[in-house]
Protein backbone atom coordinates (compact mmCIF):
# COMPACT_ATOMS: atom_id res chain seq x y z
CA UNK A 1 0.00 0.00 0.00
CA UNK A 2 1.32 3.51 -0.51
CA UNK A 3 1.41 5.11 2.39
CA UNK A 4 -1.57 7.99 2.47
CA UNK A 5 -3.71 4.66 1.63
CA UNK A 6 -2.02 2.96 4.07
CA UNK A 7 -2.85 5.60 6.96
CA UNK A 8 -6.60 5.96 5.48
CA UNK A 9 -6.83 2.17 5.78
CA UNK A 10 -5.24 1.87 9.19
CA UNK A 11 -7.26 4.47 10.38
CA UNK A 12 -10.82 3.66 9.23
CA UNK A 13 -10.60 0.02 7.93
CA UNK A 14 -9.26 -1.86 10.76
CA UNK A 15 -10.98 -0.81 13.49
CA UNK A 16 -14.29 -1.81 11.33
CA UNK A 17 -12.80 -5.66 10.13
CA UNK A 18 -11.11 -6.48 13.53
CA UNK A 19 -7.18 -7.60 13.84
CA UNK A 20 -7.93 -11.03 12.28
CA UNK A 21 -9.47 -9.86 9.07
CA UNK A 22 -6.80 -6.94 8.77
CA UNK A 23 -3.72 -9.77 9.38
CA UNK A 24 -5.32 -11.53 6.40
CA UNK A 25 -5.55 -8.72 4.38
CA UNK A 26 -2.23 -7.36 4.83
CA UNK A 27 -0.78 -10.58 3.89
CA UNK A 28 -2.34 -12.38 0.42
CA UNK A 29 -0.69 -15.36 2.00
CA UNK A 30 -2.96 -16.31 4.47
CA UNK A 31 -6.13 -15.23 2.50
CA UNK A 32 -5.49 -18.83 0.73
CA UNK A 33 -8.15 -21.59 1.45
CA UNK A 34 -6.97 -23.82 4.53
CA UNK A 35 -6.21 -27.47 3.51
CA UNK A 36 -8.24 -29.82 5.42
CA UNK A 37 -6.89 -33.61 5.70
CA UNK A 38 -8.34 -36.03 3.20
CA UNK A 39 -11.97 -37.43 4.01
CA UNK A 40 -11.70 -41.33 5.45
CA UNK A 41 -13.10 -43.21 2.74
CA UNK A 42 -16.36 -45.67 3.17
CA UNK A 43 -14.17 -48.65 4.18
CA UNK A 44 -12.10 -46.68 6.35
CA UNK A 45 -14.67 -45.68 8.26
CA UNK A 46 -16.68 -49.28 8.70
CA UNK A 47 -13.60 -50.31 9.35
CA UNK A 48 -13.30 -48.12 12.53
CA UNK A 49 -16.63 -48.76 13.44
CA UNK A 50 -17.03 -51.55 16.77
CA UNK A 51 -19.25 -54.79 15.57
CA UNK A 52 -22.57 -53.21 17.26
CA UNK A 53 -22.01 -50.28 14.86
CA UNK A 54 -21.36 -52.29 12.07
CA UNK A 55 -24.76 -54.52 12.48
CA UNK A 56 -26.62 -51.48 12.71
CA UNK A 57 -25.09 -49.91 10.15
CA UNK A 58 -25.96 -53.12 7.74
CA UNK A 59 -29.42 -53.56 9.73
CA UNK A 60 -28.29 -57.28 10.67
CA UNK A 61 -30.76 -58.93 13.47
CA UNK A 62 -27.44 -59.94 15.25
CA UNK A 63 -27.66 -55.98 17.40
CA UNK A 64 -31.65 -55.31 17.70
CA UNK A 65 -33.50 -58.43 17.80
CA UNK A 66 -30.84 -60.15 19.33
CA UNK A 67 -27.77 -59.13 21.15
CA UNK A 68 -25.42 -60.96 19.78
CA UNK A 69 -22.13 -58.45 18.51
CA UNK A 70 -20.87 -57.35 22.14
CA UNK A 71 -20.35 -61.37 22.33
CA UNK A 72 -18.84 -61.51 19.07
CA UNK A 73 -16.77 -58.46 19.75
CA UNK A 74 -15.93 -60.29 22.99
CA UNK A 75 -14.21 -62.97 21.00
CA UNK A 76 -13.41 -62.40 17.50
CA UNK A 77 -11.49 -58.92 18.40
CA UNK A 78 -8.10 -61.35 18.47
CA UNK A 79 -8.67 -61.90 14.56
CA UNK A 80 -9.76 -58.23 13.60
CA UNK A 81 -7.05 -57.90 11.34
CA UNK A 82 -5.62 -61.39 10.14
CA UNK A 83 -5.93 -63.05 7.23
CA UNK A 84 -8.59 -65.31 8.27
CA UNK A 85 -11.43 -67.31 6.43
CA UNK A 86 -14.58 -66.98 8.07
CA UNK A 87 -17.91 -68.69 6.96
CA UNK A 88 -21.13 -68.29 7.85
CA UNK A 89 -24.47 -71.07 7.31
CA UNK A 90 -27.17 -69.12 6.29
CA UNK A 91 -27.52 -65.78 4.39
CA UNK A 92 -30.90 -64.20 4.93
CA UNK A 93 -33.33 -62.20 2.73
CA UNK A 94 -35.79 -64.91 2.26
CA UNK A 95 -39.14 -61.97 2.18
CA UNK A 96 -38.14 -60.84 -1.54
CA UNK A 97 -36.10 -61.78 -4.33
CA UNK A 98 -32.53 -60.03 -4.04
CA UNK A 99 -32.23 -59.65 -0.25
CA UNK A 100 -29.82 -61.25 2.14
CA UNK A 101 -25.99 -60.48 2.81
CA UNK A 102 -26.10 -57.94 5.14
CA UNK A 103 -24.27 -60.18 8.05
CA UNK A 104 -21.54 -61.01 5.46
CA UNK A 105 -20.94 -57.43 4.94
CA UNK A 106 -20.69 -56.65 8.49
CA UNK A 107 -18.01 -59.42 8.74
CA UNK A 108 -16.20 -58.37 5.78
CA UNK A 109 -15.87 -54.84 7.28
CA UNK A 110 -15.05 -56.30 10.93
CA UNK A 111 -12.45 -58.45 9.66
CA UNK A 112 -10.34 -55.93 7.78
CA UNK A 113 -8.09 -58.75 6.07
CA UNK A 114 -10.68 -61.40 5.83
CA UNK A 115 -12.17 -63.60 3.66
CA UNK A 116 -16.13 -64.30 4.05
CA UNK A 117 -17.52 -67.00 2.71
CA UNK A 118 -21.50 -67.62 3.04
CA UNK A 119 -23.57 -70.39 2.40
CA UNK A 120 -27.00 -70.72 1.95
CA UNK A 121 -29.90 -73.09 0.70
CA UNK A 122 -30.79 -70.54 -1.86
CA UNK A 123 -29.07 -68.97 -4.64
CA UNK A 124 -27.28 -66.22 -2.92
CA UNK A 125 -24.51 -65.32 -5.72
CA UNK A 126 -25.53 -61.54 -6.19
CA UNK A 127 -23.96 -60.58 -2.63
CA UNK A 128 -20.45 -62.09 -4.08
CA UNK A 129 -18.52 -59.13 -4.09
CA UNK A 130 -14.34 -58.39 -2.94
CA UNK A 131 -13.51 -60.92 -0.22
CA UNK A 132 -17.13 -62.15 -0.23
CA UNK A 133 -17.82 -65.68 -1.50
CA UNK A 134 -21.40 -67.51 -1.76
CA UNK A 135 -22.20 -71.25 -2.28
CA UNK A 136 -25.72 -72.83 -2.33
CA UNK A 137 -26.43 -76.30 -1.03
CA UNK A 138 -27.84 -77.50 2.22
CA UNK A 139 -25.59 -77.40 5.68
CA UNK A 140 -26.05 -80.47 6.18
CA UNK A 141 -24.74 -82.16 2.82
CA UNK A 142 -21.33 -83.32 3.26
CA UNK A 143 -20.30 -82.81 -0.13
CA UNK A 144 -21.41 -79.21 -0.21
CA UNK A 145 -18.77 -78.38 2.70
CA UNK A 146 -16.13 -80.12 1.44
CA UNK A 147 -16.24 -78.68 -1.59
CA UNK A 148 -16.30 -75.16 0.25
CA UNK A 149 -13.01 -76.57 2.53
CA UNK A 150 -11.39 -77.71 -1.02
CA UNK A 151 -11.87 -74.26 -2.35
CA UNK A 152 -11.51 -72.24 0.10
CA UNK A 153 -9.38 -73.48 2.40
CA UNK A 154 -8.91 -74.04 6.72
CA UNK A 155 -11.87 -72.17 8.49
CA UNK A 156 -11.09 -70.10 11.59
CA UNK A 157 -14.51 -69.07 12.20
CA UNK A 158 -17.78 -70.80 11.52
CA UNK A 159 -20.66 -69.12 12.41
CA UNK A 160 -24.39 -71.31 12.56
CA UNK A 161 -27.51 -68.97 11.43
CA UNK A 162 -28.49 -71.75 9.22
CA UNK A 163 -31.72 -73.52 9.59
CA UNK A 164 -31.91 -73.74 13.22
CA UNK A 165 -33.16 -76.87 13.45
CA UNK A 166 -31.25 -79.37 15.74
CA UNK A 167 -30.33 -82.06 12.86
CA UNK A 168 -28.90 -80.18 10.37
CA UNK A 169 -27.18 -78.16 13.75
CA UNK A 170 -25.29 -80.84 14.75
CA UNK A 171 -24.49 -82.56 10.99
CA UNK A 172 -23.18 -78.92 10.02
CA UNK A 173 -21.26 -79.07 13.73
CA UNK A 174 -19.82 -83.05 13.09
CA UNK A 175 -18.28 -82.16 9.77
CA UNK A 176 -16.86 -78.95 10.42
CA UNK A 177 -15.69 -78.54 13.65
CA UNK A 178 -12.89 -81.18 13.46
CA UNK A 179 -11.97 -79.11 10.05
CA UNK A 180 -11.54 -76.01 12.11
CA UNK A 181 -7.88 -74.43 12.44
CA UNK A 182 -6.50 -75.36 15.79
CA UNK A 183 -7.35 -71.90 18.07
CA UNK A 184 -10.62 -71.45 15.98
CA UNK A 185 -14.26 -70.67 17.23
CA UNK A 186 -17.48 -72.49 16.29
CA UNK A 187 -20.70 -70.52 16.97
CA UNK A 188 -24.08 -71.87 16.69
CA UNK A 189 -26.95 -68.85 16.84
CA UNK A 190 -30.85 -68.89 18.12
CA UNK A 191 -30.36 -72.01 20.05
CA UNK A 192 -33.80 -71.06 21.22
CA UNK A 193 -35.41 -73.57 18.18
CA UNK A 194 -33.45 -76.98 20.37
CA UNK A 195 -36.25 -76.25 22.92
CA UNK A 196 -39.30 -76.01 20.58
CA UNK A 197 -40.53 -79.10 18.81
CA UNK A 198 -41.76 -76.93 15.89
CA UNK A 199 -38.62 -75.74 14.61
CA UNK A 200 -36.65 -79.43 15.44
CA UNK A 201 -36.13 -79.07 19.13
CA UNK A 202 -37.58 -81.06 21.74
CA UNK A 203 -39.46 -79.42 24.96
CA UNK A 204 -38.18 -82.49 26.65
CA UNK A 205 -34.95 -81.60 28.37
CA UNK A 206 -33.36 -85.14 28.48
CA UNK A 207 -33.93 -85.50 24.69
CA UNK A 208 -30.21 -86.48 23.50
CA UNK A 209 -31.24 -85.51 19.77
CA UNK A 210 -31.42 -81.76 20.43
CA UNK A 211 -28.81 -78.88 19.62
CA UNK A 212 -28.32 -78.19 23.29
CA UNK A 213 -27.92 -81.80 24.13
CA UNK A 214 -24.77 -81.54 22.03
CA UNK A 215 -23.77 -78.33 23.99
CA UNK A 216 -24.06 -80.12 27.07
CA UNK A 217 -22.04 -82.81 26.27
CA UNK A 218 -19.51 -80.44 24.98
CA UNK A 219 -18.93 -79.12 28.43
CA UNK A 220 -18.81 -82.74 30.03
CA UNK A 221 -16.38 -83.97 27.19
CA UNK A 222 -14.03 -80.62 28.83
CA UNK A 223 -13.94 -82.21 32.04
CA UNK A 224 -13.41 -86.06 30.20
CA UNK A 225 -10.44 -86.82 32.29
CA UNK A 226 -12.00 -86.70 35.44
CA UNK A 227 -14.57 -89.33 34.54
CA UNK A 228 -13.32 -92.16 37.18
CA UNK A 229 -14.52 -95.71 34.32
CA UNK A 230 -11.04 -96.22 33.44
CA UNK A 231 -12.52 -97.89 30.06
CA UNK A 232 -13.86 -94.75 28.28
CA UNK A 233 -12.24 -93.16 25.26
CA UNK A 234 -12.24 -89.71 24.44
CA UNK A 235 -13.75 -88.31 21.79
CA UNK A 236 -12.64 -85.66 18.90
CA UNK A 237 -14.50 -83.07 20.84
CA UNK A 238 -13.00 -84.03 24.00
CA UNK A 239 -9.66 -83.76 23.18
CA UNK A 240 -10.15 -80.41 20.87
CA UNK A 241 -13.03 -78.20 22.93
CA UNK A 242 -10.92 -76.28 25.56
CA UNK A 243 -14.37 -74.12 26.45
CA UNK A 244 -17.93 -73.59 25.98
CA UNK A 245 -19.69 -69.82 26.23
CA UNK A 246 -22.90 -70.16 26.38
CA UNK A 247 -25.02 -66.55 26.34
CA UNK A 248 -28.83 -66.33 25.71
CA UNK A 249 -29.64 -67.79 22.45
CA UNK A 250 -26.03 -68.19 21.51
CA UNK A 251 -23.05 -70.32 21.94
CA UNK A 252 -19.43 -70.06 20.90
CA UNK A 253 -16.95 -73.01 21.12
CA UNK A 254 -13.31 -72.50 21.59
CA UNK A 255 -11.00 -74.94 19.88
CA UNK A 256 -7.82 -75.97 21.01
CA UNK A 257 -6.15 -79.01 22.80
CA UNK A 258 -7.70 -80.73 25.81
CA UNK A 259 -5.48 -82.38 27.18
CA UNK A 260 -4.58 -80.96 30.89
CA UNK A 261 -4.14 -83.75 32.95
CA UNK A 262 -6.21 -85.09 36.03
CA UNK A 263 -4.82 -85.57 39.67
CA UNK A 264 -8.16 -87.70 40.45
CA UNK A 265 -5.87 -90.82 41.03
CA UNK A 266 -3.94 -89.08 43.60
CA UNK A 267 -7.06 -87.81 45.20
CA UNK A 268 -9.99 -91.15 45.40
CA UNK A 269 -7.23 -93.63 46.51
CA UNK A 270 -9.84 -95.96 47.88
CA UNK A 271 -11.23 -96.38 44.75
CA UNK A 272 -7.77 -97.14 42.33
CA UNK A 273 -6.47 -98.97 45.44
CA UNK A 274 -9.11 -101.35 44.48
CA UNK A 275 -8.11 -101.94 41.13
Same mark, same amino acid.
Given at each position: ???? +?? #? ?15 ? =????? @??? =? ?14 ? +? ?17 ? =? ?21 ? *? ?5 ? +? ?6 ? =? ?7 ? *? ?9 ? #? ?54 ? +? ?22 ? @? ?7 ? @? ?15 ? #? ?7 ? &????? &? ?9 ? *????? *?THRRAILKSRYAEQ
Amino acid at each position: MRQP +AK #SFAVKWIKPLVGDTVWA =RLRDP @LKR =RPQKHPPRPSRADRLG +AMDLTQLATHFKTDKWGTH =RYTPHYERHFAPFRDKPITVLEI *GIGGYAR +AGRGGKSL =RMWKHFFRN *GQVVGLDIEDK #SFVDAKRITTYQGSQADPAVLRRILDEVGELTIVVDDGSHRSDHIRASFAYLFPRL +ANGGLYAIEDTQTSYWPERGGSDD @LGDPTTTMA @LVKSLVDGLNYEEFVDE #SYEPTYTDL &HVVAV &HCYHNLVIIEK *GDNRE *GTHRRAILKSRYAEQ
